[in-house]
Every structure is written in structure tokens, then in C-alpha cells.
């Protein structure tokens, strides 16, 4: 409650003490459109952004004698200064423009697109390089952001994502094939066992057998055709 009430006395105090220093500084009250020229009491008014002030004011609150900023520099703000700001050289290597020095506005440099990136306070002083992949590009570098490789498992799956397309019907035509002719093979077994051979050979030569089996009901069936 003590504190709330002394806030209005604390503050009538500060401003009382502000007063004071302004008197005894001779610190005019100019306007906020206003500045106050160096060992002056005079309150001129602010040249425009994009021209300094080449003559301050001699009479209190008019304008002065303000001048375009010399090519290269620029003001961004309305002012009392004297000499505009010398706008930023872009790095030659690894940098590019991105906006020209204007009398109102600095010059912008970025990192060179597609080989330089710089994403954090670390590389203000130098871009870094970007990263090149050696496979699949998930997204490109740009003047803020490094290349996204696709990873080891990543960069693998498209490519063999496009080889199983391919693999899996021959898959499916090889089972088919190999259970046409293990099939057949059996198939061909039974009618070769049909040949009268004695049970020695039977066993031994029942590829053979089998073989001749298939043989003649292959020709039988190329005669049928
Ligand atoms: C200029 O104007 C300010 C504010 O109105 C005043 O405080 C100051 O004394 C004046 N300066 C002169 C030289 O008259
Ligand atoms: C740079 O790339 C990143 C990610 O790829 C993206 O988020 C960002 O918007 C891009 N920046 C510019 C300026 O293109």
C-alpha cells in the first residue's frame, strides 16, 4: 500500500529531476520531428531518411540545409546526422547481392544460392559450403538452408523401391516356372517309370529314364500338335 502510494510522488520527482538536468545541460525540449545541433540550444528540424544534414538550422525549428546521401551510403531514418552510413560491401567469393544500396536503404548480401548457405550466427563471417550428395537431393541448398541429402537408408529405398517393382513379377514368373516344372518334372517321372526297365537301374538310371520318359512324351506330344 506505502509503495502504491508513493508511485505519483516518485514519479513527480523523476520528472522534476529530468527538468532539472535539461536546465542545467541545456537540453532543449525539441520535438520528436526535431533534433537538437551540438553546442546549440536551437531544435531544427530532422532531414528526411535518405539525406543528412549538411547545414543545421539557425533559426529555432526550421529545417536546416539537408543534402541526398553521397552513392554508397544511405540514412534509413529521418535524422540529424551529419554523414550518411556507408552501405555494406557484399563478400566477393561467397556472397551475392540481394539489394542494391539506395540513399534510404543498406545494400543486402546473402550467401551465394546453390554453394553457399549460412544458417545460424556462426557463419556471418563466412558462408559455409554447401553440401553435396552423393545420391538422392531431398531438398536443395539455399542462402539460409544446407542441402538434405536423403540418408544411407533413404538415398537406397527409391532405387530399390524401382527394383523390387521390377523384382517381384519375376519372382512370381520363377515360382511359377519352377513349380510348372517341378510339376512337369514329376509328371515326366511317372510316365517314365511306365518304360519297362529292371528295378537295379531303376533307381540309378531313372533320370535317365525319366528323361527318355519325358522324351517320347514330349515328341508324343509335339506329334499330337
Ligand atoms: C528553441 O525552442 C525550444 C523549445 O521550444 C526552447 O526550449 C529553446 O530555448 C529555443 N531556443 C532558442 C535559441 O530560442
Ligand atoms: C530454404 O530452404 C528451406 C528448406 O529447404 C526452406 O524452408 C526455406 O524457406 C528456403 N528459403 C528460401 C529463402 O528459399
Same mark, same amino acid.
Given at each position: ?17 529530468a527538468a ?58 529521418p535524422n ?6 556507408r552501405c ?35 557463419? =556471418? ?5 554447401? @553440401?553435396?550428395?552423393?545420391? !538422392?537431393?531431398? #531438398? /536443395?541448398?539455399? +542462402?539460409? $538452408? ?36 517341378? =510339376? ?5 517321372? @511317372?510316365?517314365?517309370?511306365? !518304360?519297362?526297365? #529292371? /528295378?537295379?537301374? +531303376?533307381? $540309378? ?21
Amino acid at each position: 500500500m506505502a509503495v502504491g502510494r508513493s508511485v505519483p510522488w516518485l514519479c513527480a520527482l523523476l520528472l522534476l529531476l529530468a527538468a532539472w538536468v535539461d536546465l542545467v545541460l541545456g537540453v532543449a525540449p525539441c520535438d520528436v520531428t526535431e533534433y537538437q545541433p551540438e553546442d546549440s540550444n536551437l531544435c531544427c528540424r530532422l532531414c528526411p531518411a535518405g539525406q543528412y544534414v549538411f547545414k543545421p538550422c539557425r533559426v529555432n525549428h526550421t529545417a536546416g540545409e539537408c543534402r541526398v546521401c553521397e552513392p554508397g551510403t544511405f540514412l534509413a531514418f529521418p535524422n540529424g546526422e551529419p554523414t550518411c552510413q556507408r552501405c555494406i560491401q557484399c563478400r566477393e567469393g561467397d556472397q551475392e547481392v540481394v539489394a542494391k544500396c539506395s540513399p534510404t536503404s543498406d545494400r543486402q548480401c546473402q550467401c551465394k544460392k546453390g554453394s553457399f548457405y549460412c544458417n545460424s550466427v556462426d557463419c =556471418v563471417e563466412n558462408c559455409l559450403r554447401c @553440401k553435396r550428395c552423393p545420391g !538422392v537431393v531431398l #531438398s /536443395p541448398c539455399n +542462402a539460409t $538452408s544446407n542441402t538434405v541429402c536423403a540418408t544411407e537408408t533413404d538415398r537406397g529405398r527409391p532405387e530399390n523401391k524401382r527394383g523390387s517393382e521390377f523384382l517381384v513379377p519375376w519372382v512370381t514368373v520363377s515360382v511359377i516356372l519352377a513349380v510348372a516344372v517341378i =510339376v512337369g518334372i514329376y509328371w515326366y517321372k @511317372k510316365k517314365g517309370r511306365l !518304360v519297362p526297365v #529292371s /528295378p537295379g537301374e +531303376a533307381s $540309378s538310371a531313372g533320370a535317365q529314364q525319366w528323361t527318355l520318359g519325358a522324351k517320347r512324351s514330349l515328341t508324343g506330344t509335339f506329334s499330337l500338335l
